[in-house]
Each structure stands twice: as C-alpha cells, then as structure tokens.
C-alpha cells in the first residue's frame, strides 16, 4: 500500500470514529474530526503497525502523555484532567502538541497495543460461562489478551441484569438484557483455576504500565475510569497470573499450566488486533487441542472485524459484538451464539 493510500485510509477511520464515539465520548469525536483534517496527526499513526493503526491507538497515546503532564496546553479540553474542560475548537493547540510531541508519540503507537482490559465485558462473559459451567462442572479460565488480568475475575464482581443481582462483589457491572428471556444464572461461575496470556502483561507495581492502561480509557467516562481502579485493586490482592506470551504459538503450552476444571479459553475484543491469518490459525489451534480433550471457547468479538473466527451465518458482518460459547468434545464442536451487544458490556441483546 502506498504512502498516499496509508494516509488515506488513515483519514477515513478517523473520520468514521466521530460516527462511532456518539455521545458517550464527545471529546474522542471532536478529535478524531481535528486529527483526520491534521497531517500531523495521520502521519503520527500511519506509523502504527496494521493491526493498531486505528484512532484508539493515537488517542491513547496522546492521553499517556498528558496524564503524566497535565499542565499541558491540550490537557484543558479533557473533563478527567480538568475541572471545566475547554469547549472551543481544539484545532491549534491539538497541532502544536502533536508537533512538539511528534517522536514520543511515534514511538508508542509503534510500539504499544491499546489495552482497555474493559471489566464491563466480563457481564456477558460470565453468562457465557455460567452455560459452559452447566454443563461441565468448575472451571479453569484462559484469558487472552488479558492485560493485567481484570477478566480473570469474573467471580470477584457483582453483576446487575436489569433487576436481577448476581454476585455479591464490591465492583458491581451493570447489563440491560434485550431481546428474547434468558435463564440467569444464580451466581458467578466457580473459577478453581485462572491464567492469563497477554503480549505485553501489565505489571500492576509499575506506575508507567498503569498509566498506559488508564491512558486506554475515554476520558470522558468516568464510570469506566472508576471500576477499573476499583478492579485494579482487587487484582493486587488475587495476583491473577497473566504470563508473556503469543496469542497463538503460545496458546497450547498456557493452556497446559492450567489446574484443575474444565478449561474454557476467553477473548474479548483482543483478536481484531491481529493479523487476518493469526486469527485463522488461532481457531485451528483450538481446533486441534480441542480434538485431545474437551475444550471451551467463550469470545466476545466483533464479526465485522474478525470475520476469519467462521461466524455462524446469523451474525456475520455484525457491527455488534457477538457472545459466542464453542465447545469441542468427543461428540464433536458445538458452536452456540447466545447474543450481541454493546462493545464494553453495557447491554447485550439475547438471540
């Protein structure tokens, strides 16, 4: 792809990302209309590999920096850095930031993957493995992609399904369930075994990882900002382990280290960051230990943006994001989609 044709494509996803962001983050969508009109800002992330080179990535990045120095100029338009966040156009100080900033910010978006570790998916997820759970008994989770593990903690949350409470937990996840009547369960699954698998694991000791974390979340939700604080201190007293490790090379050797439970691997909104053909080969590597012993995937992923996961026919292309559950066993793979919804678990549409 020529240069020309990057920053083209580089343009057009900003622009799309004003439609995306809607009114749950205004800022993230008056700056991607500034960044996409900014070469600064499109050659910036034209510098991101493939698989991050999307407005997220340049966000985070520009949100890493300014945590670290608030009295930067830029920093007066974001409501968690400012108690009355500027509300003009952000043109000026935006270039002149980018500017000045050009290499650090090149080098994150380099080098960094976003990493929301967004604890609100774990209230779909864990309908997904409560119906695993029915029918295999305990469990021994797999997390992929799991950051700093906040999704291995599914039992530590309570969760709120419109009336109904399951879960008794500190940090309470809330759900609008949509669509067709869905059975809940009466309690979070039971974990009697959990291990993560992440790229670049973040160290929950280290100031720099954390802040790229919270760089990760929208400034303006402060909800999210909140129970992500509160869930990053449950996990420095679980000290779930999440080891360095390949999505996919990596895979079977993580999955051996698992105790005891039926293992059930999870991903949530982590195989769209890689390669098309990583995807594929990650599905047979399931596939393949699947066929050894029973083996449970519990994904939840967008299909517009992973279309190599073989989508069963009724979601695919979906804008959504897809709670999917697959099971292989003796019998043969089981492969059931239980709904689609909103991408940080804020609702989910039952199918």
């Not at 935006?94 to 090149?106: K, N, W």
């Not at 993957?113 to 295999?136: D, H, K, M, S, Y």
């Not at 399951?166 to 009697?192: I, T, Y």
Request: aromatic share 6%.
């Amino acid at each position: 792809m020529s240069e020309t044709a990057e920053w083209g494509q580089v343009r057009q996803e900003l622009r799309e990302f004003v439609h995306v962001s809607g009114s749950r983050a205004p800022l993230y969508g008056r700056l991607a209309l500034v960044f996409s009109g900014l070469d600064e800002a499109v050659a910036i992330l034209a510098e991101a590999p493939s698989p991050t080179r999307i407005p997220v990535t340049l966000f985070a990045a520009v949100q890493f920096l300014l945590l670290a120095e608030p009295d930067e100029p830029l920093a007066a338009w974001y409501p968690n850095l400012t108690v009355e966040p500027r509300r003009d156009d952000p043109t000026e100080v935006a270039q002149e930031f980018l500017i000045r900033r050009r290499m650090e910010l090149v080098e994150l978006v380099r080098s960094r993957t976003p990493q929301t570790n967004e604890i609100g998916r774990c209230a779909p997820l864990v309908l997904g493995l409560a119906a695993v759970e029915c029918r295999f008994g305990p469990l021994a989770q797999l997390d992929v992609g799991a950051s700093a593990g906040l999704n291995l903690l599914s039992d530590q949350y309570g969760y709120r399904f419109g009336d109904q409470r399951v879960g008794d937990g500190p940090v309470v996840l809330p759900c609008e369930l949509r669509g067709a009547p869905m059975a809940l369960p009466e309690r979070s699954p039971q974990l009697v075994s959990r291990r993560g698998l992440d790229r670049e694991p973040i160290d929950l000791d280290d100031p720099r990882q954390l802040r790229w974390l919270l760089a990760c979340v929208w400034p303006d939700q402060d909800d999210r900002r909140q129970r992500l604080q509160a869930a990053l201190g449950l996990a420095r007293r679980v000290q779930p382990v999440v080891e360095a490790g390949d999505a996919v090379t990596d895979l079977s050797a993580a999955l051996s280290r698992l105790g005891d439970g039926h293992p059930v691997v999870t991903t949530s909104w982590v195989l769209n960051y890689l390669e098309p053909v990583r995807r594929t080969e990650f599905v047979a590597t399931l596939a393949a230990m699947g066929q050894k012993r029973p083996l449970s995937w519990v994904s939840y992923e967008s299909p517009s943006a992973t279309a190599e996961l073989g989508w069963p026919e009724a979601v695919v292309g979906s804008d959504l994001t897809v709670l999917r559950v697959v099971t292989w066993t003796d019998q043969g793979r089981d492969d059931l989609v239980i709904g689609q919804g909103h991408p940080h678990g804020y609702w989910l549409s039952v199918l």
